[in-house]
């Protein structure tokens, strides 16, 4: 009977820790599917990269560049112009820049969302409608 409490007990303690370490567990995007983390972060890293990519080429030439002409000027080296249904722009406005990552609206009635990004001068990207 002793032996019986004791699993009990220990069976207790092991679902609490980790119930505990579960509630802990990072999480996606609100919305979005566990399985899209790894897809948004490479999305939030290409958009870095063409945030840098087009912050050198506006010190280098005084201007921005849309994003065919950063990869055609060898400032941004991004293997594709797309990410897991993703797409990237760049609009420039004087000296400023704003690089987008969209993807197609999720279909009716599903439960994914696929959240859009952008990223600008200061570097920080952030979700957009």
């Known amino acids: 009977m002793r032996a019986l409490v004791g699993v009990l007990v220990a069976a207790a303690i092991f679902f609490g820790i980790y119930h505990f370490l579960l509630k ?3 999480t996606t995007d609100e919305g979005t599917a566990s399985t899209q983390a790894i897809s948004l972060t490479g999305v939030r890293g290409d958009l870095l990269q063409i945030a840098q990519a087009e912050r050198g080429y506006i010190a280098t030439n005084g201007h921005c560049a849309a994003l065919d002409e950063l990869v055609s000027s060898n400032s941004l080296s991004l293997s594709r112009s797309e990410r897991d249904g993703y797409s990237y722009s760049v609009e420039c406005s004087s000296g400023d820049f704003t690089a987008t990552a969209r ?4 279909p009716a009635g599903s439960p994914i969302r696929y959240p859009s990004f952008a990223i600008d001068a200061s570097m920080q990207v952030h979700e957009i409608n």
């Open 103 to 106: 993807h197609a609206p999720a």
């Open 24 to 26: 802990k567990m990072p």
